[in-house]
C-alpha cells in the first residue's frame, strides 16, 4: 500500500456510544473509511490497561512482528505480551457497522454500556465513558508536562 493512503487519512476524533444490549459497538463512518484504506474491514482489539485498542489488521501485525522480534529482550515484557496477545481478538464490523466486543475484554476494561472511541492516528482505543473523562481530566491537568517534549518534536 502506498505510504501517502497511509498518511491521507487516520483515526482522528472522537466520539460517544452506547453498546447494545448484545455487546455490540457502532463504528464511526470516517473510522470505517480510514479502516478501509488498510484494506481490510476486520479489526484486532485487545485489552489495553484501562482500556480497549482497535488496530486494523496491518498494524496489529507490526506490533506483532516488533515484540516478535524485540519483546522478549526488553525486561518485564513477557507478561505484557501474555495479557495483550492473548487477549487479542478479531472483529468485524456487520452490515449496520457494528463490531461485538467479547464480554471478557469489555470486562476487563470495565466497559458496560456507554463508551468513547478516540482516534489516535493508526489505531482506536474504547474507553469506559466514566474511566475516559477521569484520563481526559487528568490530562488536562497535567498538559505542561508535555511541552519539552512537543518542542522536541518541534510542536510546541
Given amino acids: 500500500m502506498e505510504n501517502s493512503k497511509l ?3 487516520r483515526f482522528r476524533g472522537r466520539s460517544e456510544h452506547a453498546l447494545d444490549i448484545k ?14 484504506q488498510y484494506e481490510s474491514e476486520e479489526l ?17 501485525e507490526l506490533l506483532e512482528n516488533k515484540l516478535l522480534t ?4 526488553q525486561p518485564g515484557l513477557t507478561n505484557f505480551i501474555r495479557l495483550v496477545v492473548s487477549g487479542v ?18 470486562s476487563e ?7 468513547v472511541l478516540a482516534g489516535m492516528l493508526d489505531y482506536v482505543e474504547i474507553w ?3 474511566a475516559w473523562e477521569l484520563e481526559n ?3 488536562r491537568e497535567n498538559f505542561g508536562d508535555y511541552k519539552e517534549s512537543l518542542a522536541r518534536l518541534g510542536i510546541f
Fill in 109 to 115: 476494561a470495565g466497559i458496560v454500556q456507554d463508551v
Fill in 7 to 9: 498518511t491521507a487519512s
Fill in 44 to 60: 484486532m482489539v485487545t485489552n489495553w490497561g484501562a482500556h480497549l485498542r482497535a488496530f486494523p489488521v496491518s498494524q496489529w
Fill in 70 to 73: 524485540n519483546g522478549r529482550e
Fill in 89 to 106: 481478538t478479531p472483529c468485524f464490523p456487520d452490515k449496520q457497522g457494528r463490531v461485538l466486543l467479547p464480554p471478557s475484554l469489555r
Fill in 23 to 36: 455487546g455490540r459497538l457502532n463504528i464511526p463512518s470516517r473510522f470505517r473509511d480510514v479502516l478501509a
Fill in 137 to 139: 481530566q487528568a490530562t
Fill in 128 to 130: 469506559d465513558k466514566g
